[in-house]
T-cell receptor
Framework: AQRVTQPEKLLSVFKGAPVELKCNYS??????LFWYVQYSRQRLQLLLR??SRESIKGFTADLNKGETSFHLKKPFAQEEDSAMYYC???????????????FGQGTILTVHP | DTGVSQNPRHKITKRGQNVTFRCDPI?????LYWYRQTLGQGPEFLTY????????KSRLLSDRFSAERPKGSFSTLEIQRTEQGDSAMYLC?????????????FGSGTQLSVL
């Protein structure tokens, strides 16, 4: 079965430092990968998806099929990046919907001033 | 607020009772999803609807769980004979668009506590 692993439950960095949130997945096909974020007292929301190859709020993520990873990176962390981050995958094209996702356990990122 | 709305925000019930949650999606969204999230875990997919049709159900959705979306608008999730293991946050999400550009919009969730 497909699985998403986020090895770090907690990650702390100082403002201006680079940050990398790790995500590994187990699936032999070609999944679609996503990062979702939940800021304090806000709803879960999409941050970015690998098929868009976009950079949102300075974050990027590259799908590495050889290492089955989709790590989230930002070169200079900001205090407002403090949040819970979830990596998720969709079994495209087997799935009929990109909304059916398998989530990791999440990583709480704290950016200190 | 024109986002996804879920009611109630919190529900405390005794074991064995039935509970029902409601989700109102963003009005033009044709897809609606239910997820469950327990403490320290990411959301887990339960089921989803396209318009009024329930297209997929997870094995997590036991016989005690039933979801409906009668007119392709709001949805309800009912849990019969609740058990303590049902205690969780129940999240609803909606989306529209084609498969390749689908984006989920989540509600604030209903926190269920079974005593």
């Amino acid at each position: 079965a497909q699985r998403v692993t986020q090895p770090e439950k907690l990650l702390s960095v100082f403002k201006g430092a680079p940050v990398e949130l790790k995500c590994n997945y187990s699936y032999s096909g070609s999944p679609e990968l996503f990062w979702y974020v939940q800021y304090s007292r806000q709803r879960l929301q999409l941050l970015l998806r690998h098929i868009s190859r976009e950079s949102i709020k300075g974050f990027t993520a590259d799908l590495n099929k050889g290492e089955t990873s989709f790590h989230l990176k930002k070169p200079f962390a900001q205090e407002e990046d403090s949040a819970m981050y979830y990596c998720a995958l969709n079994l495209s094209p087997l799935s009929t919907s990109y909304g059916k996702l398998t989530f990791g356990q999440g990583t709480i990122l704290t950016v200190h001033p | 607020d024109t986002g996804v709305s879920q009611n109630p925000r919190h529900k405390i019930t005794k074991r064995g009772q039935n509970v029902t949650f409601r989700c109102d999606p963003i009005s033009e969204h044709n897809r609606l999803y239910w997820y469950r999230q327990t403490l320290g875990q990411g959301p887990e997919f339960l089921t989803y609807f396209q318009n009024e049709a329930q297209l997929e159900k997870s094995r997590l959705l036991s016989d005690r769980f039933s979801a409906e979306r009668p007119k392709g608008s709001f949805s309800t999730l009912e849990i019969q004979r609740t058990e303590q293991g049902d205690s969780a946050m129940y999240l609803c999400a909606s989306s529209s668009g084609t498969t390749t550009n689908e984006k989920l919009f989540f509600g604030s969730g209903t926190q269920l506590s079974v005593l």
